[in-house]
Every structure is written in structure tokens, then in C-alpha cells.
């Protein structure tokens, strides 16, 4: 099945830090997502990205497709304390052999 | 109307209960999906409905027995679970299942199976 290798898998930054995290694959795909998900909630999609070398930003988050097709970085500027939480890459291989699989998360800790 | 429901938030069932959860939506998606997520692990795909058809079994054991009684309903009814099965249980929603469909999530149910 898909691997999706999230780094890194947790991280203590001081408030109005800029942090970045990313995904690796060994597969070349089509999507890539980026969500969080806060304590005792479902993740929330932040980003989607649909086209290798595209770069998208959300407020203070930007997230780029790798040209190879398989990597992708989520970049936080100014982080805030509500910025805290759980983030997932995630891949969504749609059509009748529908999947979304997530990478192993990064925990984000924002010290005010 | 953006939201995915599930109710019950939290549940505590022995090893020979039978329960439910349920899961409402009314954005008109046609897409429906249950994910089992383990403390500190991503969310894990167990079943995906479309059109209220179940188009996707994960090899999940037969104690978890999904229904979709019409488009903005899904359950999923339990029985016989193991303490293993304690995890959060979360349902989400699409319009349909392209991978430019958003999924929209609940905010889980908390499952403790004694």
C-alpha cells in the first residue's frame, strides 16, 4: 500500500517561530493534502494541492507539490498558540478504488 | 451547513453490548466513510459508501457492520467488539469520491471497549 513518510513527528517552537514540515513517498502521485486535526476533533483539510510544482498558500500557511511528484512540504510563518495540533499529509487516489491515507502526523507544540 | 455530526461523543461498551453509532450530514454529499484513528496514529479507512452503496470494505472484521439508510445517514452497528477496537471513530462526507472532493469530517466518537 501507499507510505507516506512524515517529518518530522513532532516539534516545540516558541510563538511567531516560521515552521516547516514535509512528506516523502516512494510513489508518484496525483494529490497531495495537508490537514490538522486539534484535540477531540476531526482533521480539517488546510490545503490541497493537485499539480507537481504548484505552491499554494492559506494565510500564513504555504504548501508546495515537489516537482518529482513525490515529496511535499507545509510551511507555518508567525506561528500562534492556536496553531497547535496534529498535522497530516495525506493522499486521495479517488475514482472507483477510492483511498485517503494520511502520514504519521507531525505534533506541533507552540510555547506563547 | 458545513458540518458532519456522530453521536454518541463517547462510549463504553463491554465485550457482549451491541451498539451504534451514527453519523448525519446535510450538504447533499453522496459520498460517506468511517475511519477507526488509534491515539497518536493517523485515521485508518474502514468503509466508504457512494450513492448509499458500500463501494469500499477495508478487511474490516465482520463485528463492525456498516448501513447507510439514506444519503445523509451513515451507522455503523458494533457487536461482539475487542478491547483492541477501543479507538476514535470518525466519519466523514464528500460530495463524491474524485480526488478533488473534499472531505469534510466529524468530530468522532470515543470508543472504550471494556
Known amino acids: 500500500g501507499q507510505q507516506l513518510n512524515q517529518s518530522p513527528q513532532s516539534m516545540f517552537i516558541q510563538e511567531g517561530e516560521d515552521v516547516s514540515m514535509n512528506c516523502t513517498s516512494s510513489?508518484?502521485?496525483?494529490?497531495w493534502l495537508w490537514y490538522k486535526q486539534d484535540p477531540g476533533e476531526g482533521p480539517v483539510l488546510l490545503i490541497a494541492?493537485?499539480?507537481?510544482?504548484e505552491l499554494t498558500s492559506n494565510g500564513r500557511l504555504t504548501a508546495q507539490f515537489g516537482i518529482t511528484r513525490k515529496d511535499s512540504f507545509l510551511n507555518i510563518s508567525a506561528s500562534i498558540p492556536s496553531d497547535v495540533g496534529i498535522y497530516f499529509c495525506?493522499?486521495?487516489?479517488?475514482?472507483?478504488?477510492?483511498?485517503?491515507?494520511f502520514g504519521k502526523g507531525t505534533l506541533l507544540t507552540v510555547n506563547p | 451547513d458545513t458540518e458532519v455530526t456522530q453521536t454518541p461523543k463517547h462510549l463504553v461498551m463491554g465485550m457482549t453490548n451491541k451498539k451504534s453509532l451514527k453519523c448525519e450530514q446535510h450538504?447533499?454529499?453522496?459520498?460517506m466513510y468511517w475511519y477507526k484513528q488509534k491515539a497518536k496514529k493517523p485515521p485508518e479507512l474502514m468503509f466508504v459508501?457512494?450513492?448509499?452503496?458500500?463501494?469500499i470494505n477495508e478487511s474490516v472484521p465482520s463485528r463492525f457492520s456498516p448501513e447507510c439508510p439514506n444519503s445523509s445517514l451513515l451507522n455503523l452497528h458494533l457487536h461482539a467488539l475487542q478491547p483492541e477496537d477501543s479507538a476514535l471513530y470518525l466519519c466523514?462526507?464528500?460530495?463524491?469520491?474524485?480526488?478533488?472532493?473534499?472531505?469534510?469530517f466529524g468530530p468522532g466518537t470515543r470508543l472504550t471497549v471494556l
Open positions: 466523514a462526507s464528500s460530495k463524491g469520491t474524485s480526488r478533488y472532493n473534499e472531505q469534510f
Open positions: 510513489s508518484i502521485f496525483n494529490t
Open positions: 494541492l493537485y499539480k507537481a510544482g
Open positions: 495525506g493522499q486521495n487516489s479517488g475514482g472507483s478504488n477510492y483511498k485517503l491515507t
Open positions: 450538504m447533499g454529499h453522496r459520498a
Open positions: 459508501y457512494s450513492y448509499e452503496k458500500l463501494s
